[in-house]
């Protein structure tokens, strides 16, 4: 079965300090995602990737950068964080960037900036 | 621009009644449709999708929904809901957007099975 592990499940983070969130897939997929949940609002694309060592910007991608190193590895990294990057965040893969293509998610890592 | 809206933040309904959780989207072609379920402290977990044929799709758990190109719809239906369907749910579409399908998600409607 499909399994995307984050780490950590929680982080409290203080402004202007560095974080980084981690993403593993056994999946054997290609392409991987971050995601950002807030409440009110549908996840929301960070950064994706189809292929180890190279990264995309998603829709919302100013304050992150991301981090491929590896085809199982997908890391989310937030430089200087701030209050408005507190949320929910999801890791997804899936095994191509079709119409039809299932994500399949990570439990996520709740985020809280102070 | 391409949207996706779930005018039901919230939901509450009684164990064994039926449920519809409504969902309309907004995109020149029909693009392809999804539900995701999260159940707490978990990921979002699928529970079906639609492109074409049949508009009553079947999901698991004894979900269903039902696609309407006139109304721009998908809404998800259950005959008779458990206390174990309390979780938050979202609809989807899968698009075609600069070289790439990239999805679009709802706000999500929290559900809440009551006794």
């Known amino acids: 079965e499909a399994a995307v592990t984050q780490s950590p499940r929680s982080k409290v983070a203080v402004t202007g300090g560095k974080v980084t969130l981690s993403c593993h897939q056994t999946?054997?997929?290609?392409?991987m995602y971050w995601y950002r949940q807030d409440t009110g609002h549908g996840l929301r694309l960070i950064h994706y990737s189809y292929v180890a060592d190279s990264t995309e910007k998603g829709d919302i991608p100013d304050g992150y950068k991301a981090s491929r190193p590896s085809q199982e590895n997908f890391s989310l990294i937030l430089e200087l964080a701030s209050l408005s990057q507190t949320a929910v965040y999801f890791c997804a893969s899936s095994g191509w960037a079709s119409s039809a293509e299932t994500l399949y998610f990570g439990s996520g890592t709740r985020l809280t900036v102070l | 621009a391409q949207s996706v809206t779930q005018p039901d933040a919230r939901v509450t309904v009684s164990e064994g009644a039926s449920l519809q959780l409504r969902c309309k989207y907004s995109?020149?072609?029909?693009?392809?449709l999804f539900w995701y379920v999260q159940y707490p402290r978990q990921g979002l977990q699928l529970l079906l999708k639609y492109y074409s044929g049949d508009p009553v799709v079947q999901g698991v758990n004894g979900f269903e929904a039902e696609f309407s190109k006139s109304n721009s719809s998908f809404h998800l239906r259950k005959a008779s809901v458990h206390w174990s369907d309390s979780a938050v749910y979202f609809c989807?579409?899968?698009?075609?957007?600069?070289?790439?399908?990239?999805?679009?998600f709802g706000a999500g409607t929290r559900l809440k099975v009551i006794a």
């Open positions: 995109y020149s072609a029909t693009p392809y």
């Open positions: 999946n054997n997929h290609d392409y």
């Open positions: 989807a579409v899968s698009i075609f957007n600069t070289g790439n399908y990239k999805y679009v």
